[in-house]
């Protein structure tokens, strides 16, 4: 049971360049997320995915776009990379339904844009 | 929208109390969450509380919950170098609404 995975680890990509970073969760959890984190700001939601073939904006959308490709594994894509995404983004997974929704995460992937 | 507010840093010495807080600002927030987060690695739940509960212990760990004030605090009684780490709030609201919001972390730094 791995939990959550993500790929890459580190990437580095120029600016106007384009990458999809990959999750995976074998935990068979209904809802799926993206989150970028970034000193002194915390975790910012950029996009989630309530259920298998639906995805809907968080907070920092912009220069973003999702896919929930089957229930296990929803990526994130950057079109045309800006210096502004350098960040590590995180993957995370719930299995909703309930009142508790304990979230949880991937290792991260460290991204610089140059 | 909802906001979760935390200091960013705090120092104690080993063997010592750590308290790290944290204000919201959501009054329909059903459940909080604290997540640890070591270095080079994800989020972990580190432990939970529901809004109709004042507090909840764990081995080292208390939580208080001041509804009245919106505030949350995270306990960790005789603080271990391995404790040192960053300490995100998080707060949950509306029943089936998977979405949580984050505070800013606290970074936790041990001094031997």
């Known amino acids: 049971n791995a939990g959550v995975t993500q790929t890459p680890k580190f990437q580095v990509l120029k600016t106007g360049q384009s990458m999809t970073l990959q999750c995976a969760q074998d935990m068979n959890h209904n809802s799926m997320y993206w989150y970028r984190q970034d000193p002194g700001m915390g975790l910012r939601l950029i996009y989630y995915s309530a259920s298998e073939g639906t995805t809907d904006k968080g907070e920092v959308p912009n220069g973003y776009n999702v896919s929930r490709l089957n229930k296990r594994e929803f990526s994130l894509r950057l079109e045309s990379a800006a210096p502004s995404q350098t960040s590590v983004y995180f993957c995370?997974?719930?299995?909703?339904?309930?009142?508790?929704?304990?979230?949880?995460f991937g290792p991260g992937t460290r991204l610089t844009v140059l | 929208g909802e906001d979760v507010e935390q200091s960013l840093f705090l120092s104690v010495r080993e063997g010592d109390s750590s308290v790290i807080n944290c204000t919201y600002t959501d009054s329909s927030s059903t459940y909080l969450y604290w997540y640890k987060q070591e270095p080079g690695a994800g989020l972990q739940l580190l432990t939970y509380i529901f809004s109709n509960m004042d507090m909840k212990q764990d081995q080292r760990l208390t939580v208080l919950l001041n509804k009245k004030d919106k505030h949350l605090s995270l306990r960790i009684a005789d603080t271990q170098t391995g404790d040192s780490a960053i300490y995100f709030c998080a707060e949950g609201s509306n029943f089936g609404n998977e979405k949580l919001t984050f505070g800013t972390g606290t970074r936790l730094t041990i001094i031997p």
């Open positions: 995370a997974s719930s299995a909703s339904g309930g009142v508790l929704n304990t979230q949880y």
